[in-house]
Every structure is written in structure tokens, then in C-alpha cells.
């Protein structure tokens, strides 16, 4: 059948000299791949620029329910990124989280919710001027919301830890060790506080972001099977040091 739905650029892999086989979540069915040919000459329907990571598309598909490899018969840009392209820091942080949001979102159907929010932060990232350095550590926070272990921020008080398996604070000490002391237990629910709109009322240097994002990758590895190491972590954790 014909599918029309949005999408997202998650990656983008060079199959042969002219194909390719993107990795896309779309609002209508989820996580989809796709095969493409993009010729090399100029006149050519499809052009390399529409599968930039994290690009916001609407799609055209020639969707089989049963197939693994999807066919693209149109896409649209919806909207074109105006200060990504020509941020460093945010070009960076964009490749980090598609990186992150490929392999914490890989088994995801449909979820309209989800979409929503990562194409709203996206365009959000992108009209920002100032004040986005927490960006990815709030996206990261909230997006686990979605994807079903957002923990209840109200039964934190002070001094507790964060039990991660079970996404719960607790006054007690865990009976296993995937768990976070007091401190980086404040930090952690500060964090589940912060929207973009007032995450730079809190400060935070490079140590402190560091640390959190390493507390969230190991969160997500304790709930999606076959996390892996993000090959893009390291640049990403050299950002305003």
C-alpha cells in the first residue's frame, strides 16, 4: 500500500555505489528501513542532502508489512534545519542523539507521542540562539518517558538513591549494585525538573554533564536489550570544556 507519514533520519548506510538503506522513524509505523538509489548526477529525484541524521521528512513509501527493506517513492523535506548545519556544538550534539535515539527506540512501532517529541526538540534545538548546553542530557531524560522507565519524580527526597532497574527512588540501600549514591541521585531528579525552556536556570559545568550522561547511557542499557557503546560519545563529551 502507499504510505504517507513523517519521518526522521536516524542512519543513513552506503549499501553499494548508488544504494543505500536508511534507517527512518516514521509517525505512522514506527521504526521503518528503506532502500534507495540516489544516482549521481544532478537530476536525479532523490538527492544525498534529504538523509542528513535527524533531517524531518514526510515520505512516500510503497509499505509491505512483511518486508524488511521498505521502497521510497517520494520525500519532502518539512522542515530545513537553519543553524544545525553551521553549529558545531549542535551538529554534534544532533549526530549524538541520533546515534542514541537508533538504538534506544530500534524495536519502536508506532507512537505518535514519541515522534512528536523528538521532531518538536529537534526544531526546538534548532530555533535556539543561546542556552542549549543541557539540551541533550534533558532530551535523553525525558525521552525514556515515551519509551516506558521515566521514574516518578515525585517520590524522591532528599538523600535517597536511585534504584535504575527498578526506576524508583528509595530511601534504602538496593540489594544490588545498579544503583546511584545521594549525590548523583540529586542531580538525576534535578534533571527529571528541567524542561529546555528552564534547564539553564540550573547550572552545570563540563564534569557534571559528563557524569550524567554516563548515568543515562548506563540507565538505558539496564532497559533496552543490546545498548551498545556509542561510537559518537567520546566528541560528544568534549563539548564546552
Known amino acids: 500500500m502507499l504510505l504517507k507519514t513523517k519521518a526522521i533520519v536516524l542512519k543513513t548506510l552506503k549499501y553499494s555505489e548508488n544504494k543505500y538503506i536508511i534507517d527512518l522513524l516514521t509517525e505512522a509505523e514506527g521504526r521503518v528501513s528503506v532502500v534507495i538509489n540516489i544516482p549521481k548526477t544532478a537530476k536525479g529525484k532523490l538527492k544525498k542532502q534529504y538523509f542528513q541524521l535527524m533531517t524531518l521528512l514526510e515520505v512516500d513509501l510503497d509499505f509491505r508489512q512483511k518486508e524488511s527493506l521498505q521502497h521510497l517513492r517520494d520525500v519532502r523535506i518539512t522542515y530545513p534545519y537553519f543553524s544545525i548545519p553551521v553549529d558545531p556544538c549542535k551538529m554534534s550534539m544532533t549526530l549524538f542523539l541520533a546515534e542514541f535515539i537508533y538504538h534506544s527506540t530500534r524495536d519502536e512501532r508506532q507512537n505518535p507521542n514519541l515522534f512528536a517529541y ?43 538513591y536511585f534504584d535504575m532497574r527498578n526506576a524508583s527512588f528509595s530511601s534504602m540501600v538496593p540489594l544490588h549494585t545498579d544503583f546511584l549514591n545521594a549525590d548523583d541521585s540529586s542531580k538525576i531528579q534535578l534533571l527529571m525538573r528541567m524542561n529546555y525552556d528552564t534547564m539553564h536556570l540550573f547550572k552545570m559545568n563540563h564534569e557534571d554533564r559528563n557524569r550524567i550522561i554516563d548515568v543515562l547511557i548506563t540507565y538505558y542499557r539496564l532497559h533496552v536489550p543490546s545498548f551498545p557503546e556509542l561510537q559518537s560519545l567520546p566528541v560528544m563529551k568534549q563539548l564546552w570544556e
Do not use: Q, T
Open 118 to 160: 523528538i521532531e518538536n526538540s529537534m526544531r526546538w534545538l534548532d530555533a535556539s540562539e543561546e542556552h542549549f548546553s543541557n539540551f541533550h542530557l534533558v532530551f535523553m531524560m525525558r525521552l525514556s518517558r515515551f519509551i516506558g522507565f521515566f521514574p516518578n519524580v515525585d517520590d524522591y527526597h532528599e538523600g535517597d
